[in-house]
């Protein structure tokens, strides 16, 4: 069974600031997900990464995969209180295998 | 369009009572799941189903059922609730294997 690792735990960063979290696993992943949730709701999908060193935009967000497909990053740039959430990666290792979730990273940005 | 619906949003069970929690979704998706969601260890996947009729085991599946009667339904059953099960639950859906999950905004459940 795959184990997805998520750091830091924890983040409080100023309004303004850029930001890295970061999700790994000892597993090759077939995909990889991040989702963003807010207080009181469920987690809302931001990017789905396949190839070993995809990058993606969104926006502020820059996601990227790692080469080896075992690890990813989220990259906020310029970070505002409404990107406050907990951010959750989620990984399978077989196309068509259910995801996995990581314990999540906890964002919160200060105007 | 609504996405995916819970019902209810909150609940508080005394151990040993039973429990079913709605799930619906109006998207037309074959894959749905049962996740709860406890502090410190992300979302578990509890039970789920690839098509109408089907079920399926997740990683933490004891004392729970689950049916799946009709494509947009997709039930979660607590026979005899236990103080261990008190968590917030989340009902997701998805259209294929590479799609994102689209999730509801979850029950949170109390056993007391």
């Known amino acids: 069974t795959q184990l997805l690792e998520q750091s830091p735990q924890f983040l409080s960063i100023q309004e303004g600031e850029n930001l890295t979290v970061y999700c790994n696993s000892s597993?090759?992943?077939?995909?990889l997900q991040w989702y963003r949730q807010e207080p009181g709701e469920g987690p809302v999908l931001l990017v789905t990464v396949v190839t070993g060193g995809e990058v993606k935009k969104l926006k502020r967000l820059t996601f990227q995969f790692g080469d080896a497909r075992k690890d990813s990053s989220l990259h906020i740039t310029a970070a505002q209180p409404g990107d406050t959430g907990l951010y959750l990666c989620?990984?399978?290792?077989?196309?068509?295998?259910?995801?996995?979730f990581g314990p999540g990273t906890r964002l919160s940005v200060l105007p | 369009n609504a996405g995916v619906t819970q019902t209810p949003k909150f609940r508080v069970l005394k151990t040993g009572q039973s429990m079913t929690l709605l799930c619906a979704q109006d998207?037309?998706?074959?894959?749905m799941y049962w996740y709860r969601q406890d502090p410190g260890m992300g979302l578990r996947l509890i039970h789920y189903s690839v098509g109408e009729g089907t079920t399926a085991k997740g990683e933490v599946p004891d004392g729970y059922n689950v049916s799946r009667l009709k494509k947009q339904n997709f039930l979660l059953g607590l026979e005899s609730a236990a103080p261990s099960q008190t968590s917030v639950y989340f009902c997701?859906?998805?259209?294929?294997?590479?799609?994102?999950?689209?999730f509801g905004s979850g029950t949170r459940l109390t056993v007391v």
């Open positions: 989620a990984g399978a290792e077989n196309y068509g295998q259910n995801f996995v």
């Open positions: 997701a859906s998805k259209r294929g294997e590479l799609s994102g999950y689209t």
């Open positions: 597993s090759v992943f077939s995909s």
């Open positions: 998207m037309n998706h074959e894959y």
